[in-house]
């Protein structure tokens, strides 16, 4: 079955410094798609990153990058020059591609960024 | 593109009192899906829709039904509310497989049930 493990409810980063948020994942499905969120306090949700299993690069989109550990499981994102305006909560999520296209979340992980 | 929509934004019901969540998206997306946020449980799936007239079940689909009539709208029903449906439920659409896939959220629907 899939799952989707977050195993920092919150961490703290200096603004300006890079932080690792981490997001292991389980499922016996070979293609899969996995995927960062973040929610601010306003409460939208915001699409960050997108990497495929088949993907040979790891993703990056602008400040953010995921990096796809395929054997270990793991699909943490990095946030480089942490800005005031990344406090939020963050996804992971994943959904399975050859079977029933259900989108999982894990718990998510609550960042403040400090001045 | 006004992108996903979710209609009321906030909504107050009596224990056994029925409503309808709507939902809709105008990006021609196939995959529309429901979820509910509780505190300290990220998102679960309640219902997802992979095309018009295909429907199936998330993780927590006791009490809720939908349908997908057209591309375009997936409405969510409580059938007969009760506190613990209380939630902020979100709307999403996507298109899965491309190569750059992304699931647009719609802002949500507070719901309080007494």
């Known amino acids: 079955a899939q799952k989707i493990t977050q195993t920092q409810p919150g961490m703290f980063v200096q603004e300006k410094e890079a932080v690792t948020l981490d997001c292991t994942y389980d499922?016996?499905?070979?293609?899969?798609?996995l995927f960062w969120y973040k929610q601010p306090s306003s409460g939208e949700m915001i699409f960050l990153i997108y990497?495929?299993?088949?993907?040979?690069q790891n993703a990056t989109e602008g400040r953010y990058s995921l990096n796809f550990q395929k054997a270990r499981k793991s699909a943490n994102l990095v946030i480089s020059a942490s800005q005031l305006g990344d406090s939020a909560m963050y996804f992971c999520?994943?959904?399975?591609?050859?079977?029933?296209?259900?989108?999982?979340f894990g718990t998510g992980t609550r960042l403040k960024v400090l001045a | 593109n006004a992108g996903v929509t979710q209609t009321p934004k906030f909504q107050v019901l009596k224990t056994g009192q029925s409503m309808t969540l709507q939902c809709a998206q105008d990006?021609?997306?196939?995959?529309m899906s429901w979820y509910r946020q509780d505190p300290g449980m990220g998102l679960r799936l309640i219902h997802y829709?992979?095309?018009?007239?295909?429907?199936d079940q998330g993780e927590v689909p006791n009490g809720y039904n939908v349908s997908r009539s057209t591309t375009e709208d997936f409405p969510l029903r409580l059938l007969s509310a009760a506190p613990s449906q209380t939630s902020v439920y979100f709307c999403?659409?996507?298109?899965?497989?491309?190569?750059?896939?992304?699931?647009?959220f719609g802002p949500g629907t507070r719901l309080l049930v007494l």
């Open positions: 990006m021609n997306h196939e995959y």
């Open positions: 990497q495929g299993s088949y993907d040979q």
């Open positions: 999520a994943m959904r399975e591609t050859s079977g029933t296209y259900k989108y999982i």
């Open positions: 499922t016996s499905d070979p293609s899969y798609g």
């Open positions: 829709s992979v095309g018009a007239g295909i429907t």
């Open positions: 999403a659409s996507s298109l899965p497989g491309r190569v750059r896939e992304t699931q647009y």
